[in-house]
């Protein structure tokens, strides 16, 4: 089994910046892609960023510019740097974590709020 833990959520004015991280425990291949999805009232789960073990990234262009992700491999956490937040941004961000040695399931965190206020 596999458990995320997210962190660095909050309320932010637009403009303004925020971390998010998370760190992930349990039978964790090697190999794997960790990332990042929101949510927000209404609408349907996004990709937001997701970052393989290689090194590879992938960014939505909603948030090019303005978020970056990374990861630690030795700690099994992957970070979100979100600058230049936008109240669009408001959502509930989650982790994710899939492998090809699970078969590519899904792995979910429970999920931070973020709220950027105008």
């Known amino acids: 089994q596999v458990q995320l833990v997210e962190s660095g959520g909050g309320l932010v004015q637009a403009g303004g910046s925020l971390r998010l991280s998370c760190a992930a425990s349990?039978?964790?291949?090697?190999?794997?892609?960790m990332g990042w999805y929101r949510q927000a009232p209404g609408k349907q789960r996004e990709l937001v960023a997701v970052?393989?073990?290689?090194?590879?990234?992938t960014v939505a262009n909603s948030v090019k510019g303005r978020f970056t992700i990374s990861r630690d491999n030795a700690k099994n956490t992957v970070y979100l740097q979100m600058n230049s937040l936008k109240p669009e941004d408001t959502a509930v961000y989650y982790c994710?974590?899939?492998?090809?040695?699970?078969?590519?399931?899904?792995?979910w965190g429970q999920g931070t709020q973020v709220t950027v206020s105008s």
């Open positions: 994710n974590l899939r492998s090809p040695g699970t078969g590519y399931h899904d792995y």
């Open positions: 349990g039978s964790i291949f090697s190999i794997n892609v």
């Open positions: 970052s393989t073990s290689g090194g590879s990234t």
